[in-house]
């Protein structure tokens, strides 16, 4: 089976609305994932959830995985259901270090708001359009991004004011 066909029909639906956007497919252990180029990943996206035969309405989580010695190094990887057709897709998207950009779904799905800012604190990688790209989990005068895997594990952070407590 060649990477762009797939004995799903979610995936065959999704490589018919949009061929040029899926790079490849796999359908281990019963569960449907597709890899998307960057530049379409909106596109296709929407296509997912607008799509009647997909139904995707859902984005259930949303977060990244670092392979550090890989280019591109980052995967975003999103986890979509359709509480509709009970079915569900992952779609992971390849980000380059240098570029560390991908454009924000919170159009697609509003839910993206606070899962693309837990990437950005934690990854550092960067949504553009993003209402509100700042910090969810960490201070704002926090250095780096913990979650990246040469993110130095005892490094030390500038202290905030007024935490030293009263």
């Known amino acids: 089976m060649s990477e762009l066909e797939a004995n799903s029909p979610v995936l065959r639906r999704l490589i018919e609305l949009c061929p040029n956007a ?6 281990r252990r019963g569960e449907d994932s597709a ?10 996206m929407r296509a997912l959830r607008d799509d009647e035969a997909l139904d995707f309405k ?8 670092d392979w550090l010695d890989r280019e591109p190094r980052f995967d975003v990887v999103y986890q979509l259901y359709s509480p509709e057709k009970k079915q569900r ?3 992971s998207v390849g980000v380059s270090e240098s570029a560390c950009e991908l454009d924000s779904l919170v159009s697609v799905w509003p839910a993206a708001n606070w ?9 550092g990688i960067r949504f553009e359009h993003h209402p509100d790209l700042r910090r969810i989990l960490l201070y704002e005068e926090f250095e780096g991004h913990p979650l990246r895997k040469d993110y130095p594990k005892r490094r030390r952070q500038p202290l905030i004011d007024g935490a030293g407590g009263d």
Do not use: G, N, P
């Open 22 to 27: 899926v790079e490849r497919t796999d359908e």
């Open 58 to 65: 859902m984005l259930i989580d949303l977060t990244a995985v």
């Open 89 to 91: 897709i992952r779609i």
């Open 35 to 44: 890899r998307v180029r960057a530049r379409q990943l909106e596109s296709a």
């Open 115 to 123: 899962l693309e800012r837990e990437v950005w604190d934690l990854y």
